[in-house]
């Protein structure tokens, strides 16, 4: 039992069920099954993004960049619709992916061939992505009623009790967890964020795994473009402003190092599920929404302390004092 | 493997290269040339340029980033990062706001900004520092914290009543045209300038930057330098937060959002290794007035806000990849 209790994925969920147990005495009917989906429907962008910026954090690096790729394909996608209305739903979505893929092959690029900080890669494509939403937009918003009925009502279709976009989510975690798990690439982002040197010396690619990371996170912040435009049914400049640092914060919940290669995609998922969970309370129990990101920013640093608790090496011994019983460490 | 074994020629030169030479071939060099080609590209571009009162009004739009940009500067040289200074401006700015509804008069405000910002540096240097986690993750938390703070007092309203005694730090003028945050910008230049350079503290940030084990076996404190260095960028955060109300004359919650960002171009602009270990404040100082030329420039000419930030990221890129591409270009050539 203590053995579970330390596995940090399965104290995440706990902390999450308590949490949800907490929420349902002021609001009876929070742990309905109704309300559970509903949670998790809100939070599967958040997931779809999360895992992308987790495959990038893994390989010790971050994209910044995933909130402005999202509204940039989100953009691009909505205009497309409105301005072609018979272009079928699966190709709109194909373009969004690949739109998302190439945005993130740009980044990649920028951090392989020409081995640019990725913070200062992704600073940089964050303001210029954004910029290009304008540009292509002209500042103009599309609006539902320009939106094609598939365009949005395709998301919201119940299967089997659940809406496309939560299987859609279902679907991005089972792919990112194989991908992970089963795949050289998804093997290699562990070795190139665990220890780069090493990783080299192995004969894996860090550079080229960093691309693909990029590429993989770039692909999934299109296709969450596409998501959010529908389920939002507008489209923007503006729209999921400051998005990247919640994917960031539900990979730090959910015990991603930033140092790279650590983490699991549950963990992920469970930080990503956290911080729905405290938003989606948060008007039920009567705590005014501007409260919101206050509560993410002491979430988040709590789970950094967390983190670093749990990633603690003992440093080495440099003096060590038998009589007094003491070790100094560096 | 990728890295080939290179057969260089040894060649021994007539002359040693002088400092004069290297200053020549130097980052700030190349900055500084930038900067006075984009100087004669805007007095082209607009004949409302070369205006001194115009140009005054430019160095607002650069001196409070600037003014956090030196702390910032040396926090990013010994190795760590703060990503939560615009949300200290933001804090610091309600703070000011809500004591100005009660009453409080201009040298109060003041001292509550300044606090306010030292006040959160200090929480960033306790996470940091104190407990040892990484910079960037706490400094995203606790940039979500202090604006969500912001937030929280505020919700969609703004404090306006600020005394008018008050409006001299953002709009006020020293002597002509050269305005008091100019004034504050080049006194800040240079005791930054000092501290980094001549002083044991500026050379302990450079180990540190460069390798952290070294300085700590060499005796360096590392803890509290990193400590001070947090201390100085929630300072300077609270000085920049009472210019900038003071220009504004009013606070809302979304009070210089995106400035975090701005602030670390203009670092890194500056030749400041984000890895930390190397960077001037020259550097730092020209990168300033780039900045602020380029978006006053591209203000002249009617380009909107947005579409000026895509200027500034491609440079952000741009003056970070070239000097790697013509040293790849300089090895390819040489082989």
Same mark, same amino acid.
């Given at each position: 039992?203590?053995?579970?209790?330390?596995?940090?994925?399965?104290?995440?969920?706990?902390?999450?069920?308590?949490?949800?147990?907490?929420?349902?005495?002021?609001? $009876?009917?929070?742990?309905? $099954?109704?309300?559970?989906?509903?949670?998790?429907?809100?939070?599967?962008?958040?997931?779809?993004?999360?895992? &992308?910026?987790?495959?990038?954090?893994?390989?010790?690096?971050?994209?910044?960049?995933?909130?402005?790729?999202?509204?940039?394909?989100?953009?691009?996608v909505?205009?497309?619709d409105?301005?072609?209305?018979?272009?079928?739903?699966?190709?709109?979505?194909?373009?969004a992916?690949?739109?998302?893929?190439?945005?993130?092959?740009?980044?990649?690029?920028l951090?392989?061939?020409?081995?640019?900080?990725?913070?200062?890669?992704?600073?940089?494509?964050l303001?210029?992505?954004?910029?290009?939403?304008?540009?292509?937009?002209? &500042?103009?918003?599309?609006n539902?009623?320009?939106?094609?009925?598939?365009f949005?009502?395709?998301?919201?279709l *119940?299967v089997?009790?659940l809406?496309?976009?939560?299987?859609?989510?279902i679907?991005?975690?089972l792919?990112?967890?194989?991908? /992970?798990?089963?795949?050289?690439?998804?093997?290699? %982002?562990?070795?190139?964020?665990?220890?780069?040197?090493?990783?080299?010396?192995?004969?894996?690619?860090?550079?080229?795994?960093?691309?693909?990371?990029?590429? +993989?996170?770039?692909?999934?912040?299109?296709?969450?473009?596409?998501?959010?435009?529908?389920?939002?049914?507008?489209?923007?400049?503006?729209?999921?402003?400051g998005?990247?640092? =919640?994917?960031?914060?539900?990979?730090?919940?959910?015990?991603?190092?930033?140092?790279?290669?650590?983490?699991?995609? #549950?963990?992920?998922?469970? &930080?990503? /599920?956290?911080? &729905?969970?405290?938003?989606?309370?948060?008007?039920? #129990?009567?705590?005014?929404?501007?409260?919101?990101?206050?509560?993410?920013?002491?979430?988040?640093?709590?789970?950094?302390?967390?983190?670093?608790?749990?990633?603690?090496?003992? @440093?080495?011994?440099?003096?060590?004092?038998?009589?007094a019983?003491?070790?100094?460490?560096? | 493997?990728?890295?080939?074994?290179?057969?260089?020629?040894?060649?021994?030169?007539?002359?040693?290269?002088?400092?004069?030479?290297?200053?020549?071939?130097?980052?700030?060099?190349?900055?500084?040339?930038?900067?006075?080609?984009?100087?004669?590209?805007?007095?082209?571009?607009?004949?409302?340029?070369?205006?001194?009162?115009?140009?005054? =009004?430019?160095?607002?739009?650069?001196?409070?980033?600037? +003014?956090?940009?030196?702390?910032?500067?040396?926090?990013?040289?010994?190795?760590?990062?703060?990503?939560s200074?615009?949300? #200290?401006?933001?804090?610091?700015?309600?703070?000011? @706001?809500?004591?100005?509804?009660?009453?409080?008069?201009?040298?109060?405000?003041v001292?509550?900004?300044? %606090?306010?910002?030292?006040?959160?540096?200090?929480?960033?240097?306790?996470?940091?520092?104190?407990?040892?986690? $990484?910079?960037?993750?706490? %400094?995203?938390?606790?940039?979500?914290?202090?604006?969500?703070?912001?937030?929280?007092?505020?919700?969609?309203?703004?404090?306006?009543?600020? $005394?008018?005694?008050?409006?001299?730090?953002?709009?006020?003028?020293?002597?002509?045209?050269?305005?008091?945050?100019?004034?504050?910008?080049?006194v800040?230049?240079?005791?930054?300038?000092?501290?980094?350079?001549?002083?044991?503290?500026?050379?302990?940030?450079?180990?540190?930057?460069?390798? *952290?084990?070294?300085?700590?076996?060499?005796?360096?404190?590392?803890?509290?330098?990193?400590?001070?260095?947090?201390?100085?960028?929630?300072?300077?955060?609270?000085?920049?937060?009472?210019?900038?109300t003071?220009?504004?004359?009013?606070?809302? *919650?979304?009070?210089?959002?995106?400035?975090?960002?701005?602030?670390?171009?203009?670092?890194?602009?500056?030749?400041?290794?984000?890895?930390?270990?190397?960077?001037?404040?020259?550097?730092?100082?020209?990168?300033a007035?780039?900045?602020? +030329?380029?978006?006053?420039g +591209?203000?002249l000419?009617?380009?909107?806000?947005?579409?000026?930030?895509?200027f500034?990221?491609?440079?952000?890129?741009?003056t970070?990849?070239?000097?790697?591409?013509?040293?790849?270009?300089?090895h390819?050539?040489?082989?």
């Open positions: 039992m203590q053995k579970l209790l330390k596995n940090r994925e399965m104290l995440l969920g706990l902390i999450i069920i308590v949490m949800i147990l907490g929420f349902t005495t002021r609001a $009876p009917n929070f742990a309905n $099954p109704d309300n559970l989906v509903t949670i998790f429907n809100d939070t599967s962008i958040l997931i779809i993004l999360a895992l &992308g910026q987790m495959v990038v954090i893994l390989t010790k690096s971050i994209d910044l960049s995933v909130a402005a790729n999202l509204a940039f394909t989100g953009m691009a909505a205009m497309l409105s301005a072609y209305p018979g272009l079928p739903l699966a190709l709109l979505v194909l373009i992916i690949g739109i998302g893929a190439a945005l993130g092959a740009i980044n990649g690029f951090v392989w061939a020409l081995q640019i900080p990725p913070i200062v890669v992704t600073l940089g494509t303001t210029i992505y954004r910029g290009m939403s304008f540009v292509l937009s002209g &500042g103009a918003w599309v539902a009623h320009q939106m094609q009925p598939d949005l009502g395709v998301p919201r *119940p089997l009790g809406p496309i976009l939560s299987w859609v989510a679907a991005v975690i792919l990112v967890g194989f991908i /992970l798990a089963r795949t050289a690439f998804g093997r290699s %982002t562990y070795a190139a964020g665990g220890n780069p040197v090493a990783a080299i010396y192995a004969g894996i690619d860090v550079g080229r795994a960093r691309f693909l990371a990029f590429v +993989l996170s770039g692909a999934l912040a299109g296709l969450s473009g596409y998501l959010w435009v529908s389920r939002y049914a507008v489209a923007y400049v503006d729209i999921a402003a998005f990247e640092l =919640d994917s960031v914060a539900a990979c730090v919940i959910g015990g991603i190092s930033i140092a790279g290669g650590i983490g699991t995609v #549950i963990g992920t998922v469970l &930080g990503a /599920l956290f911080l &729905g969970v405290i938003k989606n309370a948060l008007p039920v #129990i009567g705590i005014s929404p501007f409260a919101q990101m206050a509560i993410s920013g002491i979430v988040i640093v709590l789970a950094v302390v967390f983190n670093a608790r749990a990633e603690a090496k003992k @440093g080495r011994i440099i003096l060590r004092d038998r009589a019983g003491k070790e100094v460490t560096a | 493997m990728s890295t080939a074994i290179e057969q260089t020629k040894r060649v021994i030169p007539d002359r040693l290269e002088t400092p004069f030479r290297r200053l020549l071939g130097s980052w700030e060099v190349l900055l500084f040339c930038v900067a006075v080609a984009i100087f004669i590209a805007n007095s082209l571009a607009s004949p409302y340029f070369l205006n001194a009162w115009n140009l005054s =009004d430019a160095t607002f739009n650069f001196t409070e980033k600037a +003014l956090i940009a030196f702390a910032m500067a040396l926090l990013i040289i010994a190795g760590e990062i703060d990503l200074v615009a949300a #200290i401006i933001a804090l610091a700015s309600t703070a000011m @706001g809500y004591a100005a509804q009660l009453g409080v008069g201009a040298p109060g405000l001292a509550i900004g300044i %606090t306010t910002g030292l006040a959160c540096g200090a929480f960033n240097g306790l996470l940091v520092a104190g407990l040892k986690l $990484p910079s960037i993750v706490v %400094t995203i938390g606790t940039m979500s914290l202090f604006r969500g703070i912001s937030y929280l007092v505020l919700g969609d309203q703004a404090f306006g009543k600020y $005394p008018p005694e008050f409006a001299f730090f953002g709009q006020g003028y020293v002597f002509w045209v050269v305005s008091f945050e100019f004034v504050l910008f080049l800040m230049a240079l005791l930054f300038g000092i501290l980094l350079h001549r002083t044991n503290f500026g050379r302990h940030v450079y180990v540190i930057g460069n390798n *952290p084990l070294a300085a700590r076996f060499s005796g360096i404190p590392v803890e509290r330098v990193k400590f001070i260095l947090f201390l100085l960028t929630g300072l300077m955060s609270g000085i920049a937060a009472v210019c900038l003071s220009r504004l004359g009013s606070t809302r *919650p979304s009070i210089a959002q995106g400035w975090e960002l701005e602030v670390v171009t203009m670092v890194v602009l500056g030749g400041v290794s984000i890895l930390g270990g190397s960077g001037t404040i020259v550097g730092v100082v020209i990168a007035f780039v900045m602020g +030329l380029v978006t006053f +591209l203000g000419l009617n380009v909107p806000g947005i579409v000026m930030s895509i500034i990221g491609l440079l952000l890129i741009i970070i990849a070239l000097p790697i591409v013509t040293r790849r270009i300089k390819a050539r040489n082989a």
